[in-house]
T-cell receptor, first 113, second 116 residues
Framework: AQKVTQAQTEISVVEKEDVTLDCVYE???????LFWYKQPPSGELVFLIR??????QNEISGRYSWNFQKSTSSFNFTITASQVVDSAVYFCALGGSQGNLIFGKGTKLSVKP | ETGVTQTPRHLVMGMTNKKSLKCEQHLGHNAMYWYKQSAKKPLELMFV???????ENNSVPSRFSPECPNSSHLFLHLHTLQPEDSALYLC???????????????FGPGTRLTVL
């Protein structure tokens, strides 16, 4: 069975702190895709990154970075020097052979000024 | 307009009403999706349309009726809903469904539905 676990339900940090959101997945597929989405209070899910299972290189995009560890089935997301605008619910998702996305329950990040 | 749009953004309806949610994508995609997001629950996939054909229906009650007249438009027709159907309904689109890779889904802003 495919499953995504985001064990952190809520995280609260003060602006400029670094924060890491954890994502652990389960799949029997040899080829699969991992995603992160951001959902601000407005409701729309904003796509952040798509990574395929054969590419284990870490990725950095501005203040965002992602650490893909196949050995531990994890795809963690780090925000460096967090800002108030980063406050949102963040979802990790797994896409495999079935075509659909399996979402985790999300982590609510609050960044306080 | 760009991306995925949804109307209305907010809807309040009684249990005997009939209403429709509309989704439009401007991305040239061939697959469209309806998701339900309830408080403190994971996103639930409701329906998938690929090339205007319904390919997934995840045990959704018949009071929800989807329609996909063309690859750019998707509707969700609602009738005799229950209060527990109150949720955020999200539409998404992707290039393909079940290709040789999982394509990125792009989401609309959602319709916040309240059933009284």
């Amino acid at each position: 069975a495919q499953k995504v676990t985001q064990a952190q339900t809520e995280i609260s940090v003060v602006e400029k702190e670094d924060v890491t959101l954890d994502c652990v997945y389960e799949t029997r597929d040899t080829t699969y895709y991992l995603f992160w989405y951001k959902q601000p209070p407005s409701g729309e899910l904003v796509f952040l990154i798509r990574r395929n299972s054969f590419d284990e290189q870490n990725e950095i995009s501005g203040r965002y970075s992602w650490n893909f560890q196949k050995s531990t089935s994890s795809f963690n997301f780090t925000i460096t020097a967090s800002q108030v605008v980063d406050s949102a619910v963040y979802f990790c998702a797994l896409g495999g052979s079935q075509g659909n996305l399996i979402f985790g329950k999300g982590t609510k990040l609050s960044v306080k000024p | 307009e760009t991306g995925v749009t949804q109307t209305p953004r907010h809807l309040v309806m009684g249990m005997t009403n009939k209403k429709s949610l509309k989704c439009e994508q401007h991305l040239g995609h061939n697959a469209m999706y309806w998701y339900k997001q309830s408080a403190k629950k994971p996103l639930e996939l409701m329906f998938v349309y690929s090339l205007e054909e319904r390919v997934e229906n995840n045990s959704v009650p018949s009071r929800f009726s989807p329609e996909c007249p063309n690859s750019s438009h998707l509707f969700l027709h609602l009738h005799t809903l229950q209060p527990e159907d109150s949720a955020l309904y999200l539409c998404a689109s992707s290039h393909r469904y079940k290709g040789d890779s999982t394509d990125t889904q792009y989401f609309g802003p959602g319709t916040r539905l309240t059933v009284l």
